[in-house]
């Protein structure tokens, strides 16, 4: 990677716009579960499905669409917007839950295409001091679309409303595919050697120690946020919280994770703090995790969810940032090696937290147990934090 002086934010603009298209399509349904099972005749556990299919199609296609961006980055992530805009469309098609769930299974193939791409966007548009903000701002962006999804399920909470909410997603998919495609048109201004083609880089990444490790530590935490993000709404529905009280606050938990994005990185690399602050948000995700087991209401639910999304979401830009600086050219291969080990803790945590709907304190338990297993892997890590923070000092 040649490293200069200029950068081209408004390329990291147009990606974030497709970031948060993802994610605002991934969550379209989390934040209305039991409207939309009313209104498809399917069971509330059926409509996760529509959240847990991504995951599931990430665990299958990270490493190939890791692969691809290393070696057609432009290409692939073009394909990436356009596929999402599709998906998002073919949800319109039909009103019946077999056409949402095909746009759905569509839009998360390609997820990965997009995901994977954050540290290659910001290592060609931009120099290499602003790399650390750029990641930070295209993590957010992911956030954002959580935020949007979260918002409009407040607003368009009602049954009559499922066809609009959905029509939202689109436009906005099909617009962010236009803006992004059109922007990568422009050639990067940090050249970027592509990895030997076949499986080397693979191979290479598998080997680093220090990926195995983010990806072990990283199966927890986003499994825990993705159950608490798919099923937070019929996990408190028995306590009396209503669907568009659980839709603002998700809001509030997405918007605290953006406020903490932009504080608790910064300050972590200023000090050398990754480790601690890591740590710091696992036990805060396990405590309100078992705050709202056992005293579910809206009140404690939106305390400990606003707390969890300021210490616990930054972990996403703080892991991304650290493998940036640590991996080699082929950071498409290792970013997908760590989503997919996040969306695989995604699949296996959310799935048994969907099955106990049912069971609200056993599932809130079973969310904060998995937060708090991220820590003896992050222990492993700190020798590689404590070497990242005397090369920066």
């Given at each position: 990677?040649?490293v200069?002086?200029?950068?081209?934010?408004?390329?990291v603009?147009?990606?974030?716009?497709?970031g948060?298209a993802?994610q605002?399509?991934?969550?379209?349904?989390a934040p209305?579960?039991?409207?939309?099972?009313e209104?498809?005749?399917v069971?509330?556990?059926?409509?996760?499905?529509?959240?847990?299919?991504?995951p599931?199609?990430?665990?299958v296609?990270?490493i190939?669409?890791?692969?691809?961006?290393?070696?057609?980055?432009?290409?692939?992530?073009?394909?990436?917007a356009?596929i999402?805009?599709?998906?998002?469309?073919l949800r319109l098609?039909g009103d019946d839950?077999?056409?949402?769930?095909?746009?759905?299974?569509?839009?998360?193939?390609?997820q990965p295409?997009?995901l994977?791409?954050?540290?290659?966007?910001?290592g060609?548009?931009?120099?290499?001091?602003?790399?650390?903000?750029?990641?930070?701002?295209?993590?957010?962006?992911?956030?954002?679309?959580?935020i949007?999804?979260?918002?409009l399920?407040?607003?368009?909470?009602?049954?009559?409303?499922?066809?609009?909410l959905?029509?939202?997603?689109?436009?906005?998919?099909v617009?962010?595919?236009?803006?992004?495609?059109?922007?990568?048109r422009?050639?990067?201004?940090?050249?970027?050697?592509p990895?030997?083609?076949?499986?080397?880089?693979?191979r290479?990444?598998?080997?680093?120690g220090?990926?195995?490790?983010?990806?072990l530590m990283v199966?927890?935490?986003?499994?825990c946020f993705?159950?608490?993000?798919?099923?937070?709404?019929?996990?408190?529905?028995?306590?009396?919280?209503?669907?568009?009280?659980?839709?603002?606050?998700?809001?509030?938990?997405?918007?605290?994770?953006?406020v903490?994005?932009?504080v608790?990185?910064?300050?972590?690399?200023?000090?050398g703090?990754e480790a601690?602050t890591?740590?710091?948000g696992?036990?805060?995700?396990?405590?309100?995790?078992?705050?709202?087991?056992?005293?579910?209401?809206?009140g404690?639910?939106g305390?400990a969810?606003?707390?969890?999304?300021f210490?616990f979401?930054?972990?996403?830009?703080?892991?991304?940032e650290?493998t940036?600086?640590?991996?080699?050219?082929?950071e498409?291969?290792?970013?997908?090696?760590?989503?997919?080990?996040?969306?695989?803790?995604?699949?296996?945590?959310?799935?048994?937290v969907?099955?106990l709907?049912d069971?609200?304190?056993a599932?809130?338990?079973?969310?904060?147990?998995?937060a708090?297993?991220?820590?003896?892997?992050?222990?492993?890590?700190?020798?590689y934090?404590?070497?990242?923070?005397s090369?920066?000092?």
């Amino acid at each position: 990677m040649r490293v200069g002086e200029s950068s081209r934010w408004s390329v990291v603009a147009a990606f974030a716009l497709v970031g948060a298209a993802t994610q605002l399509t991934w969550l379209t349904f989390a934040p209305v579960t039991t409207v939309t099972a009313e209104h498809y005749d399917v069971s509330e556990s059926a409509i996760g499905w529509l959240a847990n299919v991504f995951p599931l199609v990430y665990v299958v296609l990270a490493i190939p669409a890791g692969i691809a961006l290393d070696r057609w980055f432009t290409a692939a992530l073009s394909a990436g917007a356009v596929i999402t805009a599709l998906g998002a469309i073919l949800r319109l098609v039909g009103d019946d839950f077999a056409w949402v769930l095909t746009g759905q299974t569509l839009i998360a193939v390609a997820q990965p295409l997009v995901l994977n791409a954050i540290i290659g966007i910001t290592g060609r548009y931009l120099a290499e001091r602003d790399r650390a903000a750029g990641i930070a701002v295209a993590s957010a962006s992911t956030f954002a679309g959580m935020i949007v999804a979260f918002l409009l399920g407040a607003v368009l909470a009602e049954e009559e409303q499922l066809t609009a909410l959905v029509a939202v997603g689109a436009v906005f998919s099909v617009v962010a595919a236009i803006v992004l495609v059109s922007a990568l048109r422009t050639p990067p201004l940090h050249t970027h050697e592509p990895p030997a083609a076949g499986l080397r880089p693979l191979r290479s990444a598998l080997n680093d120690g220090f990926i195995r490790r983010v990806c072990l530590m990283v199966f927890f935490p986003f499994g825990c946020f993705i159950a608490l993000t798919t099923f937070a709404q019929p996990l408190l529905d028995p306590a009396g919280v209503s669907a568009e009280t659980t839709s603002v606050i998700l809001l509030l938990n997405v918007v605290a994770g953006v406020v903490g994005c932009a504080v608790l990185p910064v300050v972590a690399a200023k000090h050398g703090w990754e480790a601690r602050t890591l740590a710091v948000g696992a036990c805060t995700a396990t405590v309100g995790c078992m705050v709202m087991a056992f005293f579910p209401n809206a009140g404690t639910a939106g305390i400990a969810l606003v707390v969890i999304g300021f210490v616990f979401l930054p972990a996403l830009p703080l892991v991304l940032e650290v493998t940036e600086r640590i991996t080699g050219e082929a950071e498409g291969t290792a970013s997908g090696l760590i989503w997919m080990s996040g969306n695989l803790g995604g699949l296996t945590i959310a799935s048994v937290v969907g099955a106990l709907v049912d069971h609200p304190t056993a599932g809130f338990a079973v969310a904060g147990v998995a937060a708090l297993l991220a820590l003896p892997a992050l222990a492993s890590l700190r020798p590689y934090l404590q070497q990242l923070a005397s090369i920066r000092s």
